[in-house]
């Protein structure tokens, strides 16, 4: 079934503008991803109204729910527009850019700030030789986080340029904080206490909408644990 695609873009123009686009579905497989993309390809791009339109920007790479780089809001939920199924949604969906970053260009934005937090809060390890590996369930949660930002979007904390720093740099930062030995984790701990632990309210809303399904309450719950109590690593 044809389905109405309202898109929140900016191409050419100062201010955000909605323009609808209507899309006949190849097959059930379709998501939205396949339809920004069908609808590029056509040699003339036209609105409902049979008025010319621009090309879409939209940003995606693996289109299998692996980079993050497709993340958008769709229908008022941060999303991957790779695992949006067209036939999820009745005749109508609407497709907005993330809103808690600057819009580059219609549905692409500026997710640098995600890579200026890891950065701040050094949320890597300088020599892998160094990490020791004893929070596999931990570490592997973590390793799953597509730095997509849609734990941004839906966190009622955060903001960009701010202190707290989100699910985002919390994720990846638990994989350390759960691997460093003792001694080893206290830039680490002291970076995580000001960036994430004293910012976060704990609703967890980061928990139903991240596409990777990553358990955030399991990573916040063990970092607490061992940054702010000194406990044990799970
Ligand atoms: S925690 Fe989930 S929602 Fe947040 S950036 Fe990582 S993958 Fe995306
Ligand atoms: S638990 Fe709530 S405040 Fe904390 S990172 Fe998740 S959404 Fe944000
Ligand atoms: S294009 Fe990689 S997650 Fe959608």
Request: charge should be positive.
């Amino acid at each position: 079934m044809a389905i109405f695609i309202e898109i929140l873009r900016t191409k050419n123009s100062d201010k955000q503008y909605f323009e609808t686009f209507l899309y006949e579905p190849f097959g059930d497989g379709d998501t939205i991803a396949t339809a920004l993309k069908k609808l590029n390809e056509r040699e003339e791009l036209k609105d409902v109204d049979g008025k010319a339109a621009e090309k879409i920007e939209w940003e995606c790479s693996c289109l299998q729910k692996k980079c993050g780089s497709c993340a958008m809001v769709i229908n008022g939920r941060p999303r991957l527009a790779c695992d949006a199924k067209i036939s999820e949604f009745k005749g109508k969906v609407r497709v907005e850019p993330l809103k808690k970053f600057p819009v580059v260009c219609d549905l692409t934005v500026d997710r640098s700030i995600l890579f200026a937090n890891l950065k701040e809060m050094k949320s890597w390890v300088p020599d892998e030789k160094e990490a020791i590996i004893n929070g596999k369930e931990i570490q592997y949660e973590s390793s799953r986080c597509l730095q997509c930002g849609c734990c941004l979007e839906i966190c009622p904390n955060f903001y960009s340029g701010g202190k707290f720093f989100g699910m985002a740099a919390g994720a990846l930062t638990s994989r350390l904080i759960s691997e460093l030995p003792k001694g080893e984790r206290d830039e680490i701990a002291k970076a995580y206490k000001k960036h994430f632990y004293a910012g976060c309210g704990k609703s967890l809303a980061c928990k139903d909408v991240c596409p990777a399904g990553i358990d955030t309450e399991k990573l916040l719950v063990n970092s607490n644990a061992v940054a702010i109590w000194k406990r044990k690593s799970k």
